[in-house]
Nanobody, 124 residues
Framework: QVQLVESGGGLVQTGGSLRLSCVAS????????MAWFRQAPGKERDFVAT????????VYADSVKGRFTISRDNAKNTVDLQMNVLKPEDTALYYC????WGAGTSRLQDYEYWGQGTQVTVSS
C-alpha cells in the first residue's frame, strides 16, 4: 500500500520561510518522479515543483521560481520543499505526488499517488 505523508505546514508571516517534507512508503522511491502541488480555497489544484526520479532535473511554476527549492533523499524516501520569501498568495493546502518513471510534468493526471496535504498559511 502506497502512502505519501506530508508535514511541515503551518502559519508564517509574509517574508518568512517553511520547509515541507513528504515521506513515501510502499513504493520503490527511486523510480518515482516526485512533485508538489497546492490548492487554495475555491481554486483548482496547481503545480508547484517537480523533481525527476533520477534526481537531476527540477521544474518550477513561474510563481515560485527563485523562492522555492525542491529536493529529494532517495535513501530516506523523502522529498522536501523549501519555501522562502513567502507571500499571502502562497496560502494553500500543499500536496505531495508521485509518478512512476515520470517525465516531470506539471499535469495532475500524470501523478498516480497523492498525499493528504499539509496546510500553509501566510499572514500579511
Amino acid at each position: 500500500q502506497v502512502q505519501l505523508v506530508e508535514s511541515g505546514g503551518g502559519l508564517v508571516q509574509t517574508g518568512g520561510s517553511l520547509r515541507l517534507s513528504c515521506v513515501a512508503s510502499g513504493l520503490t522511491f527511486g523510480r518515482y518522479t516526485m512533485a508538489w502541488f497546492r490548492q487554495a480555497p475555491g481554486k483548482e489544484r496547481d503545480f508547484v515543483a517537480t523533481i525527476r526520479w533520477g534526481g537531476g532535473r527540477t521544474v518550477y511554476a513561474d510563481s515560485v521560481k527563485g523562492r522555492f527549492t525542491i529536493s529529494r533523499d532517495n535513501a530516506k524516501n523523502t522529498v522536501d520543499l523549501q519555501m522562502n520569501v513567502l507571500k499571502p498568495e502562497d496560502t494553500a493546502l500543499y500536496y505531495c505526488a508521485a509518478d512512476l518513471w515520470g517525465a516531470g510534468t506539471s499535469r495532475l493526471q500524470d501523478y498516480e499517488y497523492w498525499g493528504q496535504g499539509t496546510q500553509v498559511t501566510v499572514s500579511s
